[in-house]
């Protein structure tokens, strides 16, 4: 595609239930990373795959937290028995090299904003 | 101490003035340095990269790097209503491939 898709753009919901966010990365790109921006922060690392192995997930604040890219291209961030603390944007960024370099230049997705009540 | 730091703001501008944004980072081995936009709403938008020590033009940007003393800073030139954003200061901490470290950012507001 034309840029990175992620969905849905909005999600609430309630205290205790699963939540799975989509990310479609540009076609070809071999480096997905996700983010977690809380309201007035920066984006916060979660985890980076490259292709579909899952290289780094020290960013990932719990448990709770799951991510998977399984054929190497879309990818999924689910939570489990959602907390009020994960209310945040989503962010996932693509990019086409692997490596110290593949951080240089991310293209972002424009995010999913979860709101749990 | 955060990895990275940014002054958090706001900093209100005039327009046509310059705005200077900084950025400080605590790991000395950091080779790569970025600054994003954001707008409110919007996702991170890369603006201007940096790898070397001084500085490095792009229009109306300016990238400023002292990696000495562990700072990275942003000029804008002839300020516009248009560039009111957070900008965002990232570090490629430690050289990994587990992406940037992202200071809070420093929301700018030009005044018309």
């Known amino acids: 595609g034309a840029g990175v898709s992620q969905s849905p753009r909005y999600k609430v919901a309630k205290r205790g239930q699963d939540v799975a966010l989509r990310c479609d990365p540009i076609?070809?790109?071999?480096?997905l990373f996700w983010y977690q921006q809380a309201l007035g922060q920066g984006p916060e690392f979660l985890t980076y795959?490259?292709?579909?192995?899952?290289?780094?997930k020290s960013g990932l604040p719990s448990d709770r937290f799951f991510a998977e890219r399984p054929e190497g291209s879309v990818s999924t961030l689910k939570i489990q028995r959602t907390q009020q603390e994960d209310s945040a944007v989503y962010l996932c960024?693509?990019?086409?090299?692997?490596?110290?370099?593949?951080?240089?230049?991310?293209?972002f997705g424009a995010g999913s904003r979860l709101t749990v009540l | 101490q955060k990895e990275v730091e940014q002054n958090s703001g706001p900093l209100s501008v005039p327009e046509g003035a310059i705005a200077s944004l900084n950025c400080t980072y605590s790991?000395?081995?950091?080779?790569?340095f970025f600054w994003y936009r954001q707008y409110s709403g919007k996702s991170p938008e890369l603006i201007m990269s940096?790898?070397?020590?001084g500085d490095k033009e792009d229009g109306r940007f300016t990238a400023q790097l002292n990696k000495a003393s562990q700072y990275v800073s942003l000029l804008i030139r002839d300020s516009q209503p248009s560039d009111s954003a957070t900008y965002l200061c990232?570090?490629?901490?430690?050289?990994?491939?587990?992406?940037?470290?992202f200071g809070k950012g420093t929301h700018l507001i030009i005044q018309p």
């Open positions: 790991d000395r081995v950091s080779q790569s």
């Open positions: 960024a693509s990019s086409p090299r692997t490596g110290p370099s593949g951080a240089n230049v991310l293209t």
């Open positions: 940096i790898y070397s020590n």
């Open positions: 990232a570090v490629n901490i430690r050289g990994g491939a587990d992406g940037l470290t």
């Open positions: 795959f490259q292709n579909e192995a899952q290289l780094d």
């Open positions: 076609s070809g790109h071999v480096s």
